[in-house]
């Protein structure tokens, strides 16, 4: 697939959008609908199509394995943390009328807050395991390599021993 | 009349999809008949005006999940193994697919306005939207505010499972490298203990 001209234009012309309709859903969720969940599988999906055209070791290069980890905890750590200011703040955790003085703007606040924790969190699981699925192959071919050169190695030392 | 063509068209379909996905044994045709399932699912989940779920379903179910089955094709078989139909397994859906059918005669109209559901915190959510939180997709403010704690467990139990998947994935793949640590630890005691005897 890698060498198609064809999809490899229409997955760069694509890939972007993809990306801007994520945030679109993402920060849009409060009027229409969409949220964390479906913009975080959105925003994963532009990823996962990078690398099922360009291939999965160009796809960890621009998007690397620590980014997703960081992103998975990331996510909760803002949810939990968004809950957690509103305990500082002198209220219940995640009562978000804390956050501000206007109500409806705290509320706004911290569904935004919250949303972006979850999308960020999905994304990231969701790259997270197509990378760890889709790398399974390479790793086999390399675990199948060690496997021979290690039996080529142990036929040389007992054709070593006999002579 | 409209209506009823469209969902009589969607079930329909989705009868289909299910009968003709248990008779199939190539796995790569069973993951596109599974993706074909969630998105007639989410034209469905429209039809009954629930967009978000709809939403999450053809993202979910059609997108990712097909993907990642796809992923995973590569590591299997191409055909499924022909094994009997197990009789317990079966006996135990057909009996429980009789009484949910039976018990749709006592599940209230469908957008009945007097439904227990509509009735208790409901109508709460649906004003307070607006009034207090002002977010007009009452699905995003029950979500994360009204439900915040539900929320917040989702997606710990989304983070959990994610760590445990790599864990599991990523013990397996280790090997190799570990084998080339243990093939160092075992030289390197070689070459101590070689040092050792010459000393002694």
Redesign the interface.
């Known amino acids: 697939m890698q060498d198609d001209p064809v999809i490899r234009v229409v997955a760069k012309v694509l890939i972007p959008a993809i990306m801007l309709f994520a945030l679109y859903v993402q920060f849009h969720g409060d009027y229409g609908p969409g949220g964390g969940f479906q913009a975080g599988v959105i925003f994963a999906a532009a990823l996962v199509l990078n690398a099922v055209v360009f291939g999965l070791h160009r796809a960890r290069q621009v998007w690397p394995m620590r980014y997703n980890l960081m992103g998975v905890s990331a996510g909760v750590v803002l949810y939990g943390g968004t809950g957690v200011w509103s305990m500082l703040a002198g209220a219940n955790y995640l009562d978000y009328f804390a956050l501000k003085a206007d109500p409806k703007a705290a509320q706004h606040l911290g569904i935004l807050l919250v949303e972006f924790g979850v999308g960020l969190t999905v994304a990231s699981v969701m790259v997270a395991l197509f990378f760890a699925f889709a790398g399974r192959l390479t790793h086999i071919r390399l675990v199948a390599k060690t496997a021979a050169h290690e039996a080529a190695d142990t036929d040389a030392s007992r054709e070593g021993d006999a002579a | 009349m409209g209506m009823f063509a469209v969902n009589a068209f969607l079930l329909l379909l989705l009868a289909i999809i299910a009968v003709v996905a248990l008779r199939v044994h190539r796995l790569f045709t069973l993951v596109i008949l599974s993706g074909a399932f969630s998105l007639t699912a989410a034209a469905q989940f429209v039809v009954l005006d629930a ?2 779920v ?3 379903e053809a ?2 179910g059609a ?2 999940s097909t ?2 089955a796809l ?2 094709l ?2 299997v078989p191409r055909e499924e193994k022909p094994h009997a139909i197990a009789p317990l397994p079966a006996i135990i859906a057909v009996a429980t697919g009789a009484l949910l059918m039976v018990s749709i005669g006592d599940l209230p109209q469908f957008g009945a306005a007097d439904a227990p559901v509509h009735v208790h915190v409901a109508p709460d959510y649906i004003s307070g939207s607006a009034e ?6 009452v ?3 029950v ?3 009204y439900r ?2 539900d ?2 467990g ?3 139990v ?2 959990t ?3 445990a ?2 864990l599991i ?2 013990g ?2 280790r ?2 490298y570990r ?2 640590d243990e093939d160092q630890n075992r030289a390197s005691t070689r070459n101590i203990r070689d040092k050792q005897e010459d000393a002694g």
Do not use: M, Q
């Open positions: 967009v978000d709809a939403f999450t993202a979910v997108g990712i993907v990642l992923a995973t590569s590591l207090k939180i002002g977010v007009p997709n699905v995003t403010s979500l994360a505010s915040g704690y929320t917040l989702e997606t710990v989304i983070f499972a994610a760590i998947v790599l994935l990523a397996w793949t090997a190799p084998r080339e």
